[in-house]
């Protein structure tokens, strides 16, 4: 079995700064891409970055210049600057994963991690 367990959400002023985590831990062969997604509340989930397993990263345009993706092994990271009102969402990280059963990588979620931005 695979699990993603993620921490570090929480409440944070407008220009303030959160770092979330994600370990993915089970019987895992290999990772391809680690990615972070977000929900805003009526609104549909977007990709906000994802990270390959080279290092590659890609960002939503919004977060561009105040979020960065990174990775250390089967643990994935989002850190969060000058964090804005519209960042407010419940954001899950993603792998795309092989486990020792499998022979094709598989889609994972985390649990979901509520991010508040507000004064």
């Known amino acids: 079995q695979v699990q993603l367990v993620e921490s570090g959400g929480g409440l944070v002023q407008p220009g303030g700064s959160l770092r979330l985590s994600c370990a993915a831990s089970g019987s895992i062969s290999s990772i391809d891409a680690m990615a972070w997604h977000r929900q805003a509340p009526g609104k549909e989930r977007e990709l906000v970055a994802v990270i390959t397993r080279g290092g590659s990263t890609t960002y939503l345009q919004a977060v561009k210049g105040r979020f960065t993706i990174s990775r250390d092994k089967n643990t994935v990271y989002l850190q969060m600057n000058s964090l804005k009102p519209e960042d407010t969402a419940v954001y899950y990280c993603?792998?795309?994963?092989?486990?020792?059963?499998?022979?094709?990588?598989?889609?994972?979620w985390g649990q979901g991690s509520q991010v508040t931005v507000s004064s």
């Open positions: 993603y792998a795309a994963l092989i486990t020792r059963t499998t022979m094709y990588p598989s889609d994972y």
